[in-house]
């Protein structure tokens, strides 16, 4: 019999915030391909909207949609300003605040599941572990905890209680935790007291391509006299977006020909803008906003370096995608990333003299530009979703045969 | 006839560099290494290894009659031992007085000068040779290259420099089928007159040599002790005395040659393993069987020359990696860049007759620096993480780009 999992997910491409949504669907195309059948529920925004995922197999993937509010990266303060956007009636259907929504999203996803017959039940991240846990009981089956990002990589260790219980919640219950780095590994034995034994690592797998030799070759030869050092991620706390314009102006002392692009959105916009201003920065530095797929391509093939100088970083796919691009990067020593990317500077996060000096040599010395440009992406053949998923299968026979 | 056993331990310790900055750059701030950090490694590995070691040897070559050794120290970790260990010093010193442990030559900065510059290779060897003649009362016979860096043309350049002995690496490549454990010597051929005359003019010793014989390291035997001593999977697991010593008489040929780091002696091999023990009870093992240890220039001298094979070794080879070649030290792009933008400063660098200039790029010719920068990410790349001080390959080129940048500030003003 082939083997089953029941997976409740929490978002999806093209509907998605953050990596989860892109770390989800790598997964489940990776496991599919491996002969996994998978049963998938997503919460949507509303019952109407169609996330509208396809690909060949999807007769194979029967997703399951359950009507609820949710998206990841909520807060209780951003759901009810989302949830009165929904006419009156409709409010009463996903309740009052995000945590009767979860009872709601759990009731029903655990409810209209109940008829299957899985081999192991998948869930990710704190919104779903309820339905996971109450799922795996049911079908008595081992439950698998996916972790992606904590409430305390995302609120720099200060956690809304409720959500921190719920995450503990879901790794008490779980059978067999899967971290998506051995940083988020050390981050559930020191923070949520969970033994190392029961944590599998999981890297996050990539469907980006090494750049073509065409391109490495073009980087190499192209002289520029203002070279652009990038950011991409929200702007908030946890990215390191403070860090990223401290470097920045260490950089512009130096050498005032640096350009510098900020591309994401979030609450810390204008304190970025003023601290820029106040470093004098207001003529190197360019805040792009959010940025589609197709921009973030081109400001990755542009950028002479990428630097993720996370606080917090789980793992950091955006890591990979500048590495497809030929991009050199840095990264904060604090992220999953730096586990799989041996072709890079790695530093930690307040250490933004270090971050800037790394910047400079980078610029200075082409050899070194160009190994980082072409050695770095030999990790992404490494890490194909294809094999990544059959870690999370070899996890899942070893509950199953035990 | 039981093989002799040839013992020769390399001494090093490289100038690691410190946590430069570009800002630093140009500033007139002189000093590249981590005096703090050199220290620290050095008293380290001095109380794991050097010291206990040394006393160890010191009791067994003066216990047992047919018990030598060999060492080389390079030039760098004599001027750390003045530095930081005048009792390491002093302990080898006291080694070299019993008359029964042989010092080699060789590269006094532990460079790759013989793959790159004839006249610095020239220069570094007879300020080694000079070096050992003043701390150790004796003057070096026989040659080792860095690392054990070898070819033909390396041999005849030691031949002409006037050694009488080289020892290099028995790779099976090489040696297609014959024992490592016998003499053999390079294949004969004139150098270009160019390079004849650079090694003439710098010539460390009097006189050239009329022949040199090469001994090769047995690396099977060598790596059961450097390496696999304590390796819990290997087949061998746990190694005694008796046993290794069967495998030695087991070996055949004329001399067994077991060449290897010093810092195997509880610094790689930790005192917990039972290293020191197992060195312990090796002699009187031999003395039993009627074994004896000798050094190099003890095995030259009984070498019957008329049966010599040839070794014939066209491309370069060492000890280092799985692919004992340059590839440790040499052929991805920082480290190629990083070697060749070092080397190009030569004759600037000797034209302002500045000493501690001279030194600071001398210092940062020692093959580490490119050992650390090397990415071969293979079971290799393992042993390389491992010795490094720095975090990654990356960062050994960022402080190193860094302190040539400077160099070339302090040229240029």
Not at chain 2, 352 to 373: C, P, Q, V
């Amino acid at each position: 019999m082939s083997m089953h999992s029941l997976m409740f997910g929490w978002e999806y491409p093209p509907l998605h915030l953050g990596g989860l949504g892109v770390a989800c669907q790598g997964l489940v195309r990776g496991l599919l391909s491996n002969g996994v059948k998978v049963t998938l529920v997503l919460p949507h925004e509303s019952e109407t909207t169609d996330t509208d995922v396809r690909f060949p197999s999807d007769e194979i993937v029967q997703k399951l949609r359950v009507c609820s509010m949710l998206q990841p990266y909520n807060t209780f303060e951003s759901f009810e300003a989302n949830i009165r956007k929904v006419p009156k009636n409709k409010k009463d259907m996903y309740g009052n605040d995000l945590g009767e929504a979860i009872s709601n999203y759990t009731e029903m996803s655990v409810k209209m599941t109940e008829d299957l017959n899985p081999s192991v039940v998948h869930c990710h991240d704190w919104m779903t572990y309820e339905a996971g846990r109450r799922s795996a009981e049911h079908h008595n089956v081992p439950l698998v905890a996916h972790i992606h990002a904590t409430e305390l990589d995302r609120t720099n260790y200060a956690p809304n209680e409720y959500i921190y219980q719920r995450e503990l919640m879901g790794f008490e219950a779980a059978t067999k935790i899967i971290a998506v780095s051995n940083f988020t590994k050390n981050m559930l034995t020191k923070h949520y007291g969970i033994a190392p034994e029961k944590i599998a690592i999981v890297h996050n797998g990539s469907i980006d391509r090494p750049p073509s030799p065409e391109l490495i070759e073009h980087k190499r030869i192209l002289k520029k006299q203002h070279p652009m050092i990038l950011f991409l991620g929200r702007l908030v706390t946890q990215k390191g977006a403070v860090q990223f314009l401290e470097m920045a102006s260490l950089i512009h002392k130096e050498q005032p020909e640096v350009n510098f692009v900020m591309a994401g959105d979030g609450h810390m916009f204008e304190e970025l803008v003023d601290f820029s201003c106040r470093h004098g920065l207001q003529d190197s530095i360019i805040f792009a906003g959010k940025v589609g797929s197709m921009e973030a391509k081109q400001l990755y093939a542009q950028a002479d370096c990428f630097v993720m100088p996370s606080i917090s970083e789980p793992f950091g796919l955006v890591a990979l995608e500048a590495i497809s691009h030929g991009t050199p990067v840095i990264l904060s020593r604090q992220s999953g990333a730096g586990e799989v990317v041996d072709d890079c500077f790695q530093v930690d996060f307040w250490d933004t003299a270090k971050m800037a000096d790394c910047v400079m040599t980078i610029l200075r010395e082409e050899p070194l530009a160009h190994q980082l440009r072409s050695y770095a992406p030999r990790t992404l053949n490494k890490l194909t979703w294809q094999r990544q998923a059959s870690h999370v299968q070899s996890v899942y026979t070893d509950l199953i045969h035990c | 006839m039981n093989p002799r056993i040839c013992f020769y331990f390399q001494v090093h310790q490289p100038y690691r560099l410190r946590d430069l900055r570009i800002t630093e750059v140009g500033q007139g701030k002189a000093d590249y290494f981590d005096s703090e950090k050199n220290h620290q490694i050095f008293r380290k590995v001095a109380e794991k290894c050097y010291l206990p070691a040394n006393a160890l040897m010191l009791e067994l070559v003066e216990k047992y009659p047919d018990f030598h050794i060999c060492y080389s120290l390079s030039g760098v970790f004599m001027d750390q031992c003045k530095e930081y260990g005048p009792d390491v010093l002093e302990s080898f010193q006291k080694l070299a007085a019993t008359g029964k442990v042989e010092f080699l030559a060789e590269t006094y900065y532990h460079s790759l000068a013989s793959v790159v510059s004839l006249e610095e290779y020239c220069e570094q060897v007879t300020k080694h040779v000079r070096t050992t003649e003043e701390l150790f009362g004796m003057t070096p016979k026989v040659f080792r290259n860095t690392e054990l860096i070898y070819n033909n043309e390396i041999a005849q350049i030691a031949r002409l420099m006037g050694f009488n002995g080289i020892i290099a690496e028995g790779a099976d490549s090489h040696l297609e089928g014959r024992n490592p454990n016998d003499l053999f010597r390079p294949p004969t051929f004139r150098l270009p007159a160019e390079q004849e005359k650079i090694v003439r003019a710098n010539r460390p010793l009097q006189k050239r040599a009329r022949d040199i014989a090469v001994l090769l390291k047995n690396y099977k035997l060598s790596d059961d002790v450097a390496f696999r001593f304590s390796d819990k999977s290997w087949v061998g697991y746990p190694l005694d005395a008796g046993t290794f010593t069967d495998w030695l008489m087991q070996s055949g040929g004329k001399n067994a040659n077991l060449f290897m780091d010093y810092e195997t002696f509880g610094e790689h091999q930790w005192e917990d393993t039972g290293i020191f023990d197992f060195l312990r009870e090796l002699p009187a093992i031999w003395q039993e069987r009627g074994i004896q240890a000798v050094t190099p220039s003890q095995v030259i001298a009984d070498w019957k020359k008329e049966h010599t094979h040839e070794y014939d070794v066209h491309e370069t080879i060492s000890w280092a990696d799985m692919e004992r070649d340059l590839s440790a030290w040499t052929g991805n792009h920082i480290q190629d860049a990083a070697l060749s933008s070092i080397y190009a400063l030569e004759s600037q660098v000797k034209g302002t007759g500045n000493k501690g200039l001279i030194e600071a790029w001398r210092r940062l010719l020692t093959s580490d620096h490119f050992y650390y920068m090397c990415t071969k990410y293979w079971s290799d790349g393992d042993v390389h993480k491992y010795f490094s001080p720095y975090d990654s390959p990356y960062e050994a080129y960022r402080r190193y780009s860094h302190a040539l940048a400077d160099l070339r500030s302090r040229l240029s003003a």
